[in-house]
């Protein structure tokens, strides 16, 4: 039986509702990486949060800036970890889930918060060095970063020239991955692990501040 969350009356116990499953796949931490190296976790089901993109925070409850980078479980069309079956709540490697879910009680989150950007991996360890993808993420990660779409938006000069300088930053984005994939034949899901989100699909939380 998966760990699921308990919507009950402060039962100190697992009521097998499958609301934790279904609040997001968790990040991955160093104790999960054999996971991923086993092939238990392949790179079609991680997606990379990059360092300063704007992420939901379980422990703020708010979009902030993401403080490093992370790899966490991806979600298709809602929020869902996609290792959870909804016909029965049911994980898909419970007997090998990664660390996060092991430690989340939904009537003590305090295990849980305390680990969250702690030891934490990312593609660094994960991709090989001397890897064909390796130097166009490289690149990627100096050319196109959110801490100068952070620093366009803070600027409070008026005019098109921040729009400008933000939309220089996403054309390289979605350019770079343009010709990773072309070159590669990269799958969709194995774009979002070399590169992340599209930038593009970030733009909102900055125009609502």
Not at 87 to 100: G, K, L, V
Not at 184 to 191: C, I
């Amino acid at each position: 039986m998966p760990l699921r969350y308990n919507t009950g009356q402060n039962l100190k116990n697992c009521q097998q509702c499958g609301t934790c499953c279904r609040k997001g796949g968790p990040a991955l931490h160093r104790q999960d990486l054999y996971l991923i190296q086993t092939g238990i976790l392949p790179i079609s089901r991680l997606v990379t949060i990059r360092n300063g993109e704007p992420v939901f925070s379980p422990v703020t409850g708010l979009v902030e800036p993401a403080r490093q980078e992370l790899l966490k479980l991806s979600a298709s069309n809602s929020w869902s970890c996609p290792l959870l079956n909804p016909a029965d709540n049911n994980c898909e490697i419970y007997n090998s889930r990664p660390s996060e879910c092991r430690l989340l009680k939904c009537w003590d989150t305090a295990e849980l918060k305390n680990c969250i950007y702690q030891d934490n991996i990312n593609r660094w360890d994960i991709i090989p060095p001397d890897s064909d993808i390796f130097p166009i993420v490289q690149q990627h990660e100096k050319v196109c970063t959110f801490a100068d779409i952070e620093q366009s938006a803070q600027t409070k000069k008026p005019g098109n020239g921040i729009r400008s300088k933000i939309n220089v930053i996403i054309e390289r984005d979605l350019s770079i991955r343009e010709q990773a994939v072309s070159l590669l034949s990269l799958s969709l899901e194995e774009e979002l692990f070399y590169f992340g989100r599209p930038m593009f699909t970030s733009l909102e939380y900055y125009s609502s501040r």
